[in-house]
């Protein structure tokens, strides 16, 4: 039986976390293959929606990452983003959806190691966690048809 | 009532205001709003527990304002999103008068906002006993007790709206919902596109919610999507101090402290 | 055919119910959930409840529900391929429960859903839905059928209408050859006719306003002020078009996911403050009196003139949902107390 391979998708921003993956690639380091990267200007400008619509689209596992407090590159794009995140976790928490799944991280252009380490982790605990088959019957509504009212 | 129905009198004769915002007896015991511009209509002004419903909700619709100048009668739900609904700089203090309604039903006369911020510093928000048991009582389920009550009682809900239509805050023109480039929320009515519709309107309305409850008694399915903004409003208290309306302070989700604490991310 | 009456015992119910059931047919019938009743789809007779004066919902979900799909697509490089709605797998449904009022919504609904081209997957399921009505017993504030042409024990619409009388046993009126197939499922039920009188045995529902007086006033009144003091606490929240039985404007969407996707109909309001945006950003009913007129002016105007039937059967339904208290029939009455013109 072919073990469980999650599907993760990453929200990152440009300036620290890509380039920070970019470095991870060109040090040769090996790491998971799980991930898809979508390239955000500045985590500021990620909706918190965003991270309900991968779920919807059948992702297992959530990263988002960007820059170090004191360090984004519009100066304060991640200090909101921080706030919107302690925010939106809470709720999503509330809901019964599972935020073991979301990984948050700071991981600078310089930390190509620590990309690898969030990404490895991130897919070995989901990897544990299977795959996310709640969210998924919920979404699959053009499916099933379920519909209310 | 006699203090509030003779001050809209004087206010009304004076030409000081053209509309006076209140309460009204409706069907069968319940209160609805009533735009008085007489003393007819200002004679038919109630005030019991009944009136619920949140009358800033009033204060942004243009067919409302081109009534004039109003005068709103104010308990203190409506108190708040007045407070809350200034600082987002949707009214002006000098193109409204407010005649507050104390918890006891006695007229209260606020001259400026920053004087009914400062009433309100007596009558924090807080949850009663009851709102404290059921949060907790959904907080305490397991992970996929929370999922299955929520998608339980979201899956009741069939998109009518009327949680943002009662709603003081939700005063977009064009909602997102009503955006189809790109239609971001689904408009059909299924698990998914509700918990998408309700989680974003929780966080829309994070660090704005004045806990008057419109939004649950509004909805017609009587779901408790008004536990979901109480939620936010908790936190918003617990984790970021933020207690209540303010005219001076930022709003929590467009200001942020460099020290904003957390213990998740890594 | 003309209406043939029986009693049924008040302890065949119960069996009657088991018969249909068993028959093959989906019997949604309303049931008490978290906070509301409405009809469900329903399994066993005790799951029935007969706490309410009507659903919240309506009954028209049957044919015209919340969200349809009316087909879908794949899409394989330049190929689509689309699967039209099945039709035949479309059940047999009975609604069990509806009112009076409810059974008469069928009528105005089918009328929107026919005038122009024939709205084959609504007619279809209301072919195989079968109407069994219960007459109302009580009623409250919001009710008025009888100002609207209708009454608490009326037949238009149902396929069987029962009365429950002082004996509690029920009064069965077979009204339509749909009705009598289910008599034919299980005759044993349905007994000599009883003496009494079916009116004793109604709610009373006094008459509020002339509904036809209420189109010659508003074709007189279209341009009055009234419209905007009677619209002036609505907050276009759109609940009073999701729980109307006569109500049908929909909005048609495509939910795309890559590379498949249906093109589905989903319930709208004309009480939406959005619903008649045009592509220029010009909104020709911008204010809530505008759209206020509309309502009434569809419903007691317009659709009596183009495909003449009345689209409001006096269930009080938006009343009692309304968020603000529109209460239709106080603004009914209202509309009709203006001089004539």
């Not at chain 3, 043939?4 to 309303?30: N, R, T």
Request: net charge positive; with cysteine; charged share 25%.
């Amino acid at each position: 039986m072919t073990e469980f391979e999650p599907k993760i998708v990453a929200f990152v921003c440009n300036w620290c976390t890509y380039a920070g993956a970019d470095l991870t690639g060109t040090s040769r380091i090996k790491y998971a293959t799980n991930v898809k990267l979508v390239r955000f200007p500045c985590t500021g400008r990620i909706d918190f929606m965003l991270l309900l619509k991968a779920f919807g689209e059948g992702a297992d596992g959530i990263i988002i990452s960007g820059c170090h407090p004191n360090d984004c590159h519009y100066t304060s794009g991640n200090f909101h983003a921080r706030r919107r995140w302690i925010m939106f976790r809470g709720l999503l928490n509330f809901l019964g959806i599972d935020t073991r799944r979301i990984q948050f991280s700071w991981v600078s252009a310089a930390e190509g190691g620590k990309w690898a380490d969030i990404v490895n982790s991130t897919v070995k605990s989901v990897r544990e966690l299977g795959p996310y088959n709640d969210y998924k019957k919920v979404a699959d509504f053009l499916e099933t048809e379920v519909t209310n009212g | 009532m006699v203090d509030i129905k003779k001050k809209a009198n004087e206010l009304l004769a004076a030409n000081a205001v053209q509309v006076v915002i209140g309460f009204e007896e409706g069907t069968s015991g319940k209160s609805r709003a009533i735009f008085a511009q007489d003393a007819a209509g200002v004679d038919k002004l109630i005030f019991n527990s009944q009136c619920v419903l949140n009358l800033a909700v009033y204060l942004t619709k243009h067919e409302i304002k081109k009534l004039g100048k109003p005068a709103i009668i104010a308990p203190l739900p409506v108190m708040r999103a007045i407070i809350q609904l200034a600082s987002e700089f949707q009214i002006k203090e000098s193109e409204m008068a407010v005649l507050g309604v104390s918890p006891e039903g006695k007229l209260v006369e606020f001259q400026t906002f920053a004087a009914i911020e400062s009433y309100l510093k007596d009558f924090k928000i807080a949850m009663d006993e009851k709102e404290k048991e059921i949060l907790a009582k959904i907080s305490n389920m397991s992970l996929s007790e929370r999922f299955d009550f929520w998608m339980q009682e979201l899956g009741e809900c069939f998109k009518c709206y009327a949680c943002r239509a009662a709603c003081p805050m939700c005063y977009c023109h064009k909602c997102a919902v009503e955006q189809n480039k790109p239609q971001w929320i689904p408009v059909a009515a299924n698990n998914l596109g509700n918990l998408e519709w309700h989680a974003m309107r929780a966080m829309h309305l994070a660090g704005r919610c004045v806990n008057c409850d419109a939004c649950h008694n509004a909805c017609p399915k009587g779901i408790p999507l008004n536990f979901l903004t109480k939620l936010m409003m908790v936190d918003a208290k617990e984790i970021f101090g933020q207690d209540g309306p303010s005219l001076k302070d930022g709003h929590l989700l467009s200001t942020f402290k460099p020290n904003d604490k957390e213990n998740f991310i890594r | 055919m003309t209406i043939e009456k029986y009693l049924v015992k008040s302890a065949s119910l119960s069996a009657l119910f088991d018969k249909i059931k068993a028959s093959g047919k989906v019997v949604q019938a309303p049931v008490k959930k978290a906070h509301t009743v409405d009809f469900m789809p329903v399994n066993a007779f005790n799951e029935i409840t007969d706490d309410y004066i009507v659903t919240t919902q309506s009954a028209k979900s049957v044919a015209f529900p919340r969200v349809e799909k009316l087909f879908k697509y794949t899409k394989a490089k330049k190929e689509v391929t689309i699967a039209d709605y099945a039709i035949n797998t479309i059940p047999e449904v009975v609604m069990w429960g509806v009112r009076p009022c409810d059974a008469a919504g069928v009528s105005p609904l089918n009328a929107i859903f026919t005038w122009d081209v024939d709205d084959v997957i609504f007619t279809t399921k209301l072919k195989r839905t079968t109407f069994i009505g219960f007459s109302c017993q009580k009623s409250d504030a919001c009710c008025f059928c009888t100002s609207v042409g209708g009454n608490p024990g009326a037949t238009a619409g149902s396929d069987i209408l029962m009365t429950k009388l002082s004996s509690g046993n029920y009064l069965a009126e077979i009204i339509t050859e749909k009705g009598k197939a289910i008599q034919v499922l299980a005759p044993e039920f349905f007994e000599e006719t009883p003496s009494e009188e079916k009116e004793k045995n109604l709610a009373q529902v006094p008459i509020q306003f002339n509904y036809l007086e209420i189109k010659e006033k508003v074709d007189a009144y279209f341009e009055s002020d009234i419209w905007k003091a009677q619209a002036q606490r609505c907050i276009s929240c759109g609940t009073c078009a999701f729980v109307c039985p006569t109500c049908a404007c929909f909005d048609i969407q495509d939910e795309n996911h890559g590379k498949v996707g249906q093109r589905i109909r989903n319930w709208d309001s004309c009480c939406f403050s959005q619903f008649t945006i045009h592509t220029s950003g010009h909104n020709p009913r911008e204010s809530q009196d505008r759209r206020w007129r509309q309502r009434i002016n569809h419903k007691f105007s317009i659709m009596p003139d183009r495909i003449n039937a009345y689209g409001c059967i006096g269930c009080g339904r938006c009343s009692r949902a309304c968020p603000v208290d529109m209460n239709i029939m106080e603004h009914l009455i209202g509309i009709s107390q203006l001089a004539k013109k």
